[in-house]
């Protein structure tokens, strides 16, 4: 289990370890100026009064070491030249808590931010300011600093240098690294992680936890990028007010996060600090509209001394939960707990006794929770994401398996219907024959074999009938589905001859285009249909003509079969002839009706395009 912690941790802290040591031992080789004397002024070109000065040595904190009286603090700090300088030479400001402006010899140097307002926020910015050879003499100069607070009573004065700028160059460089460019680089990456948590969000994982993290996030990047600038976003009151809600909502996001993954979160501690965060929030409020060093204060104040109480038990938790399910993540945010705690408890005792804390560390420890916060969330969501793909793929297999199966099922029911519709058509060819030819044939045979004397024309009429039954039947099953017009063409002729056997012409106006859904049932039907009115006609009309008219509409077949003979009386029903001729229309889904008066009568009937339902 350790080793998953101690790794980590030993890297993170001989990271910060190696930092600090750069930063703290960069030092330029020329002798700091520590003896100053300082005044206070109401106006930068105010004149400066030579009883006024105070002395004092640096570091020191602006209003507590040197009493503040006016908008401005001078600094005076005068130093010994032997030899003019060839080169250029500079001075470097490692840490001025305010704005500054600097002079030599009475001539202006440059500003270390903006003095006039709005006042340039300058903290923890390293300041090189140039001097030409020119302004430096032989013997005693002079060098005035004018410090404008950034906020009242508010300011610190480090260490400052003066000298060959090869001399100060080395140590401004590590400085700069180590307070711009490495905030500058957490600022970097920290965006990504808003970026990954504001995407995690919006697919629908709106946690408390996930919100306060984001807003940690975005304040960070707020408060860390107004220090870094050298004219501010935000005023003081602002910054001030963005730096206290980070703190707070660092303590109650990094309690959440590490309960949760140590599986031991207790819901009244997590109440309790965002109720503490609210209260103080709104006393945030107050201070600042009372006195704005106070609200300072406090908001450094919390960061360090509340992080000296949570981080503890944070550690506690995630070394219970390493101990039960050791991980590389369980350990990269154990190391950065520890190296969190450690960098809050350097600044400390940097600046002990407590006065006006001063974050120059500490501020490296949000960074370090959040990057091993980001790594569990990453894990986590690579995780899922990873838990998805394989459900996927499992899911996608699974399918495939039932579609098969579908499939297969399919077929085998194919296969079924295929053998039930041969099975059905065999049966209907069977009642075909023994209803249609075969009971022509056997009647004929009947009379034959008694020795009865048979009119030679009925027997030509029934053996003429049985064969034109038994061309009707093998047209029916040549015809192929959506081939109706051409099953009709093929039945013209034939009902043309039989018609002219009896003297009575035929007119055919069939123009059906293609239209489909016609089986060989359907044809047969249609075919005998048209038969049995041709034939009603012969026998009973005493017609001379008969026009079949066929139509193609909305997907069905529309035929009228009318003659010009004498006409009779239609009864309701009809007769036999008539009645079959109903019954086989409505079994295929279709309508008949029959027209009669003294001109000729006609056979109506509709028939849809539909798969045969009943048999013929």
């Known amino acids: 289990m350790w080793r998953f912690a101690v790794i980590p941790t030993v890297g993170l802290t001989l990271l910060m370890a190696a930092l600090v040591w750069l930063t ?34 640096l570091p020191l904190r602006l209003c507590q070491a040197v009493t503040c009286k006016g908008e401005f603090e001078v600094m005076r700090h005068t130093f010994e030249v032997a030899a003019k300088p060839a080169s250029m030479w500079a001075v470097y400001l490692p840490y001025f808590d305010s704005a500054a402006r600097v002079y030599l010899n009475g001539a202006l140097v440059g500003d270390a931010g903006s003095i006039t307002p709005p ?54 460089d590590v400085r700069i690294r180590a307070q711009v460019y490495a905030p500058i680089l957490t600022i970097c990456l920290t965006l990504p992680i808003l970026l990954l948590v504001g995407f995690v969000m919006s697919s629908g994982r709106s946690e408390p936890m996930l919100l306060c993290f984001a807003l940690v996030l975005l304040l960070f990047v707020l408060r860390t990028g107004n220090e870094l600038v050298v004219d ?55 201070l ?35 101990r039960g399910e050791p991980s590389w993540r369980g350990g990269w945010v154990s190391a950065a707990l520890v190296t969190a705690a450690g960098v809050v408890m350097l600044d400390i005792v940097r600046t002990w006794p407590p006065g006006m804390p001063e974050v120059t560390y500490a501020s490296f420890g949000p960074p370090l929770l959040v990057g091993a916060f980001a790594l569990v ?56 024959m023994h209803d249609g030819v075969g009971g022509r044939l ?37 015809t192929l589905p959506d081939d109706l017009a051409l099953a009709l063409g093929a039945a013209r002729p034939r009902l043309a001859h039989w018609l002219r056997g009896h003297g009575i012409a035929l007119e055919w106006r069939c123009d059906i285009g293609q239209i489909s859904g016609f ?15 041709c034939t009603n006609v012969a026998r009973h009309a005493q017609a001379s003509r008969v026009t079949i008219t ?57 028939i849809p395009s539909q798969v045969e339902r009943a048999p013929v």
């Open 377 to 432: 969330l990453a894990h986590r969501y690579v995780t899922n994401a990873t838990a998805a793909a394989a459900a996927n793929v499992e899911l996608a297999s699974r399918v495939a398996e039932r579609e098969a199966q579908v499939v297969e099922s399919y077929q085998r029911l194919r296969e079924a219907q295929e053998a039930s519709l041969l099975l059905e058509e065999r049966q209907r060819i069977m009642r075909d």
């Open 232 to 286: 501010p976003w935000f005023s003081h009151s602002t910054h001030a007010a963005i730096f206290y809600g980070t703190s707070l909502c660092l303590l109650a996001a990094a309690y959440g996060f590490v309960s949760r993954l140590a599986n031991a979160h207790v819901a009244a501690i997590e109440l309790g600090l965002w109720l503490a965060a609210i209260a103080i929030t709104a006393w945030l409020n107050w």
């Open 288 to 322: 600042l509209a009372q006195d704005l060093r106070i609200g300072v204060l406090r908001g450094n104040a919390t960061l360090r001394y509340s992080s000296v109480l949570v981080l503890p038990i944070l550690l506690i938790l995630i070394v219970r939960y390493l």
């Open 519 to 533: 089986g060989p049932r359907s044809v047969l039907s249609i075919y005998r249909l048209l038969q049995e009115a």
């Open 119 to 172: 006042v340039g926020q300058h903290a923890k910015r390293p300041a090189l300011l140039d001097i030409s050879p020119t302004l430096v003499r032989t013997g005693r100069n002079e060098l005035i600093v004018y410090f404008v607070e950034v906020a009242p009573g508010f300011g610190k004065a480090g260490r400052f240098y003066v000298g060959p700028k090869a001399s100060l160059e080395g140590a401004f």
């Open 24 to 57: 703290e031992t960069a030092l330029p080789e020329v002798v700091p100026a520590t003896a100053v004397k300082f005044q206070s002024i109401d106006a930068l070109d105010a004149p400066l009064d030579p009883a006024a000065w105070a002395d004092a040595t």
């Open 442 to 478: 056997a009647a004929l045979s009947s009379l034959l074999n008694r020795g009865e004397a048979v009119p030679t024309a009925d027997v030509r009429d029934a053996v003429g009938e049985s064969l034109q039954d038994l061309r009707l039947m093998i047209d029916s099953l040549d």
């Open 550 to 606: 066929c139509t193609n509409s909305e997907c069905a077949l529309s035929v009228c079969v009318e003659d010009d003979g004498r006409g009779f009386e239609v009864l309701e029903g009809g007769g036999r002839g008539l009645g079959n001729m109903r019954s086989r229309v409505e079994s295929l889904g279709g309508t008949f009706e029959v027209r009669s008066d003294t001109h000729g009568s006609g056979v109506y009937f509709k």
